[in-house]
């Protein structure tokens, strides 16, 4: 009988993991070719460079402040609608932004985009974590970090090769049938469960106080706003942040079902854990800059300089798909621990320039294996296990969010720190050398996380 259970679970999983990661893969494939997009985007509707941002910044705006709705709503009615839904927004703002007349209609389908984009990861994280046995999650969730590096290197080549033989609508176009596929498979592999119990009224005040902080924290990191009015609006932003934060506390402790439960930060091991997810969307974020230290440093002409990332790509693919293997052997703490160990590694030495251009490309090795371990099922992983069966979805939402703002703050602290330093070579120099250190402390706070074994002995929510 156990041998026929087996069977017929390994089938399921065979069944959903495509339905997970081809939906995982477009999200994360069309933030890989918007980038060079945006130079076609530009000629083709007249744009400056303020207004150009918008395209970028609508997407992360409604990606970051939709990732809890999203999250809450799979608690509340399902893994299934909610995933299914997401896919479908991201499309119809795919097709949007490729039948736009005018920019406006751009921005629209960006945020459309957003919206849908924001729930694809923490939900289909939470189906993996309530679809699969413990002893396969770790492999899963790996594959989904794996899935985010295939996207990363394949896009940029991709959309050129589609603006090349057709044109920049169909970098967009071409998400609707893989949506479809989506759908269609989904519909039929997904879970459909949903808690038997009522459920209390949504937490519309807390949906709105999450809207106002995440956006003003946005609009203050990118100054997207500042370059589009000619105004300094960041210092107001900043103090709509520090006003709204107590207020969101307030309004979500006194929620019957809050959108950000508050209770998941008083256990010790999810708030270092968000902590560490911090720590981890900044590392990833401070890759971005890698190529003009090898531009500046090393003499590599800017049309070759995403050449140099490929080493880092491949290792965060191998990183991510390795430490989903070893997960259950090492255990979370482990593995975070040698992921901003390569991290701070490969970061301290990439600010060595002496080394020359053998020894940058060397360097950046360890940042692509650090990167595939902290990004991939560790820390998600603890997620899952400490947080109440009820908020898997929530918890899983939070690392979204504060992966996110990881990565929003590594652009403009590396960016300050290198003009801080005298730009050029050795400004970015400086800026990794403390990029390195800021991954050493990420290591020296892994130790607060409790030791593999201790958490499966006793579950938190098995109360």
């Known amino acids: 009988m156990s041998a026929v259970l087996a069977t017929g679970a ?18 994360a494939l069309d933030t890989a070719v918007i980038a060079p997009a945006i130079p076609a985007l530009r000629e083709a509707f007249t744009l400056d460079n303020r207004a150009v941002g918008w395209v970028m910044a609508a ?39 490729a039948l736009s007349p005018r920019f406006w209609a751009i921005v629209l389908g960006r945020a459309i985009q957003g919206i849908g984009g924001g729930g694809i990861i923490p939900t289909a994280s939470a189906v993996i974590a309530d679809a699969m046995p413990a002893q396969e999650r770790g492999r899963a969730l790996g594959l989904i970090g794996a899935t985010y590096g295939m996207a990363f290197v394949l896009g940029p080549p991709l959309a050129g090769v ?3 033989a057709l044109s920049w609508h169909w970098i967009f176009l071409a998400n609707l049938p893989i949506a479809a596929v989506v759908l269609y498979l989904g519909a039929r592999a997904l879970p459909a469960a949903r808690p038997a119990q009522a459920m209390p009224p949504l937490d519309w005040r807390g949906i709105v106080l999450v ?21 300094r609006l960041w210092p107001g932003l900043l103090a709509v942040m520090v006003l709204v934060l107590p207020l969101l506390v307030w309004q979500e402790r006194r929620a019957a079902q809050p959108l950000i439960p508050i209770s998941l930060f008083g256990n010790r091991q999810l708030a270092v854990t968000y902590g560490l997810t ?11 800059f890698l190529t003009s230290i090898a531009t500046q440093a090393h003499g590599v002409a800017r049309s070759h300089a995403g050449f140099v990332l490929l080493p880092l790509v491949v290792c965060s693919m191998i990183g991510s798909m390795g430490s989903g293997r070893l997960l259950n052997r090492w255990g979370a703490r482990t593995l975070v621990m040698c992921g901003f160990a390569l991290l701070a590694l490969g970061y301290g030495a990439s600010a060595y320039n002496a080394w020359g251009l053998t020894g940058f490309l060397v360097s950046t090795m360890p940042v692509g294996l650090g990167v595939g371990v902290v990004v991939g099922g560790a820390l998600r992983s603890i997620a899952i296990d400490e947080a109440p069966l009820a908020q898997r979805g929530a918890a899983q939402g939070l690392v979204n969010i504060f992966t996110s703002i990881g990565t929003l703050l590594s652009a403009t602290a590396i960016s300050a720190l290198a003009d801080f330093g005298g730009g050029g070579a050795a400004g970015f120099a400086m800026a990794y050398a403390v990029v390195g250190a800021a991954m050493l402390m990420m290591l020296l706070s892994t130790l607060a996380l409790r030791p593999h074994g201790v958490a499966a002995a006793a579950p938190p929510h098995a109360t």
């Open 10 to 27: 390994q089938s399921a999983s065979r069944r959903l993991m495509p339905v997970l990661f081809i939906g995982v893969f477009m999200a």
């Open 59 to 97: 997407f992360i705006l409604c990606s970051l402040c939709s990732t809890a709705p999203m999250a809450n709503l799979g608690d509340r009615y399902g893994r299934r609608p909610v995933y299914l839904a997401c896919i479908a927004l991201f499309a119809l703002g795919s097709l949007v932004v």
């Open 162 to 164: 589609v603006m090349v």
């Open 211 to 231: 809207f106002v902080l995440l956006g003003s924290l946005v609009l203050c990191v990118t100054r997207v706003l500042d370059a589009w009015s000619g105004w």
């Open 278 to 288: 911090l720590g981890a969307g900044f590392g990833m974020g401070s890759v971005v």
